[in-house]
């Protein structure tokens, strides 16, 4: 299959769908498919380059409107993705985040010219506000003649199917992975005495990733001289974790390291010892299963998909309010005390709030760090959510092209009948560009990767690419 990737969010820009679609592109590249994405420029990064495995990118020239979003005209960039598509044969587009308006033109676009379309949602909404009520009815319009569409979660295939009034016949889960080759625990980089527990954050500091709870539960330990943060990311919520942290004089306490590349996000994990977590919202958080992989205790909001996320064993569930959150640290807090069997006498003394003493010897029976990366390797990796999206495109392909007639249909059917003059006048510049380019004059892409050609070894699996692209994104990086 010829497979083309659209979203306004790829490299250099860092972000848990970015991570995504490189992974899943690279994955099928080693089983053979031809795979291409398509994304804005990025600076000075335009025109065509060449990532590992051959995976070839598109960084077309367009100007980004807001937020990493370019402006969505739905007409302007059609000649330039119908050359892509057609230059390069492709079969199938696929479109990821709800947010993307370049996912939604090509696939659009895509659409029009009879092949297949696969949407790939990463995130959840509301129903109330102006801006979900906007985003909600653009994404009905744009999925009414998708394909499939495909969900992280149980509950972000509810939530799309409710706003974006898709059929759930044509709505699959497929969770995201993780590379737990790469995420691997290194107790080593841990702290080398017997007290200090280490608490990593590694989140946007924005309101929707709960910062505010973060704020409010950081006064509460500060009674607790052993326990340090280690806070990654960036974003408008950071002045008011240093505000706290001067007022509450914690700064040799709360580490702030600011933005981190994804390569970097690992040697940062492996220095702790409980992972928290305290989004808001949530489709699947992807930090929790990195985190578990890396061997660390994961603390968690129960909100969205994040209880579908990882068993039990591996993550305590709290509201999202300020105690209960401040409920589960503290419970998390004390099973690291008896798996290091801490008998210091601050703890002993009753200081965490009325916890009973942790005895000389314990009996811990739960789970190294080692045995948790070994139950999230059986449970998220990257051959299994390839395989299962592969039956996707395969559904996907079966069914006939849309006609002209059926797309204008279905977008009756979303009650914005404006937006059928919107497909006949993308319809009509196609067919012009058919006369002024016709398709016989676009010289074709060569539909073997030379990077992966018979002659070369080919990776055995899809691991094994994803381990060397990790390997080489590290190297970059360092």
């Given at each position: ?20 679609i ?30 590992t ?38 079969d ?23 092949l ?38 149980h ?65 509460k ?20 974790l ?74 305590i ?45 314990t ?56 937006f059928?003059?919107?497909i ?31 002659a ?23």
């Amino acid at each position: 299959m010829k497979i083309c990737m659209a979203s306004d969010f790829f490299y250099p820009n860092m972000g848990g769908v970015e991570e995504h679609i490189f992974n899943l592109s690279q994955c099928l590249l080693a089983r053979g498919h031809k795979v291409i994405v398509i994304t804005h420029s990025y600076g000075d990064r335009k025109g065509i380059r060449y990532m590992t495995n051959g995976l070839k990118v598109y960084y077309i020239p367009i100007k980004v409107f807001y937020n990493q979003v370019v402006l969505p005209t739905m007409i302007c960039n059609i000649p330039l993705l119908r050359y892509i598509l057609l230059r390069e044969q492709i079969d199938i587009v696929h479109g990821h985040s709800a947010f993307s308006t370049l996912a939604h033109e090509t696939m659009n676009v895509a659409q029009l010219l009879g092949l297949r379309s696969v949407f790939t949602d990463h995130s959840l909404f509301g129903f109330a506000d102006l801006s979900a009520v906007v985003t909600n009815k653009f994404l009905e319009i744009s999925l009414a003649n998708c394909n499939h569409c495909v969900c992280v979660s149980h509950t972000g295939k509810e939530n799309t199917v409710l706003r974006a009034k898709v059929h759930q016949d044509k709505v699959s889960v497929i969770p995201n992975a993780v590379d737990t080759a790469y995420f691997t625990p290194n107790p080593c980089r841990r702290p080398n005495d017997d007290e200090t527990i280490n608490i990593v954050v590694v989140s946007r500091l924005v309101y929707r990733k709960g910062v505010d709870l973060l704020a409010g539960i950081l006064p509460k330990l500060k009674h607790l001289p052993n326990v340090h943060f280690i806070i990654g990311g960036d974003g408008p919520k950071r002045a008011l974790l240093e505000e706290i942290r001067e007022r509450n004089n914690m700064q040799d306490r709360v580490i702030m390291l600011g933005a981190l590349e994804h390569a970097k996000v690992r040697d940062v994990l492996v220095q702790g010892h409980i992972f928290l977590n305290t989004s808001l919202t949530e489709a699947y958080c992807m930090a929790i299963v990195e985190a578990a992989a890396c061997g660390l205790q994961v603390v968690s909001t129960k909100v969205g998909g994040i209880p579908e996320v990882l068993p039990t064993n591996l993550i305590i569930l709290t509201e999202p309010t300020v105690e209960s959150v401040y409920r589960g640290l503290r419970e998390a807090i004390r099973r690291e005390m008896e798996k290091k069997q801490i008998t210091s006498s601050r703890y002993i003394n009753g200081s965490i709030d009325g916890l009973a003493p942790t005895p000389s010897k314990t009996s811990y029976t739960g789970l190294c760090a080692f045995e948790r990366n070994q139950i999230v390797a059986n449970l998220y990796n990257w051959n299994n959510v390839t395989e299962r999206t592969e039956k996707v495109y395969r559904t996907a392909l079966r069914e006939a092209p849309a006609t002209l007639e059926s797309m204008m249909k279905n977008c009756l059917r979303s009650g914005v009948w404006p937006f059928v003059l919107v497909i006949s006048l993308c319809h009509l510049i196609l067919r012009f560009l058919d006369w002024f380019v016709p398709r016989k004059h676009i010289d074709l892409c060569c539909s073997e990767n030379p990077f992966l050609s018979p002659a070369c070894d080919r990776p055995s699996s899809a691991e094994t690419v994803l381990a060397t692209a990790v390997q080489r994104k590290r190297e970059i990086f360092s």
